[in-house]
């Protein structure tokens, strides 16, 4: 190997380590505050290992909190607006590609780039005065702002890639469109709609401001709960970190699982065909 090449390496293993070093460190600092006493949480220098364990405190997460409650709200609102979304999204993506429907693809990035808060308010009045509120659907509903346009654009890609003569030599057999798309794109685009349902779950697992404004008490998300857990009184940062990583962990063990998934997906989508 020559020397170009090992710098070149060097200098890409050390840019990796540039961006990847604060999520890193920050994820530790969540790990050691989780395991830690308030004393040593407070402790000048840092205490980064504690010779002893507080483990209470994440029996105190499930102890002190309606915590199985809010999982079960996380688990029914995310798997739901990620169904919905993928139900809606992939046809939609397919017919976006196959029309080369260029405008509506606008439209799409256009709702997936406008924040959360511009949906909220309107929609919000909307559940007010069908007395939804309260109740799981309006989270759901309105989850799928974010998980639609996500499905839609990632799809759009992947169909423009995948081969028209496969679909074209259905036709000629006889087939519909609609068994042209269950039979023939549907297949092809597989890891696609591993990548969309993938990035959904992420997007709607950890969402926040939709859960603080149309939540009740019994219908809150983990991110609410955890935002629930600080006080003017007094910040609890072992409970609080130890919350905080029982919300990050399935996520994480999901995006690590399926990260070659997600690489190769995305990758494919992003070359689009002539």
Excluded: C
Excluded at 175 to 198: C, D, E, H, L
């Amino acid at each position: 190997m020559s020397l170009a090449k090992i710098f070149r390496k060097l200098g890409l293993v050390f840019a990796v380590f540039l961006i990847v070093s604060p999520a890193l460190l920050f994820f530790i600092w969540m790990v050691s505050l989780s395991v830690k006493f308030e004393i040593d949480n407070g402790a000048y220098p840092p205490i980064l290992i504690p010779e002893h364990f507080a483990w209470k405190n994440y029996t105190s997460v499930f102890e002190s909190n309606n915590f199985l409650l809010y999982f079960k709200n996380s688990i029914i609102v995310t798997g739901a607006a990620t169904l919905f979304g993928l139900i809606v999204g992939v046809p939609a993506g397919y017919g976006i590609a196959r029309m080369n429907a260029q405008k509506s693809a606008i439209i799409i990035m256009i709702a997936r780039m406008t924040p959360g808060l511009s949906f909220l308010i309107p929609l919000f009045l909307i559940f007010k005065g069908l007395d939804m509120l309260g109740t799981l659907w309006p989270q759901i509903i309105i989850h799928l702002v974010v998980t639609v346009p996500i499905v839609i654009w990632i799809m759009i890609g992947y169909f423009e890639t995948t081969p028209i003569e496969l679909e074209e030599a259905a036709m000629i057999d006889g087939a519909n469109r609609w068994q042209i798309f269950m039979k023939v794109a549907m297949p092809i685009a597989k890891p696609g709609i591993v990548v969309s349902f993938i990035l959904s779950v992420i997007f709607s697992w950890n969402n926040f401001v939709f859960g603080v404004v149309l939540a009740s008490r019994e219908t809150r998300t983990l991110p609410v709960a955890i935002y629930n857990m600080l006080s003017f009184e007094q910040v609890s940062w072992g409970p609080l970190a130890a919350a905080a990583l029982i919300v990050t962990l399935p996520v994480l063990i999901l995006t690590v699982a399926a990260q070659r998934q997600i690489v190769a997906g995305l990758t494919a989508g992003a070359v689009k065909g002539g």
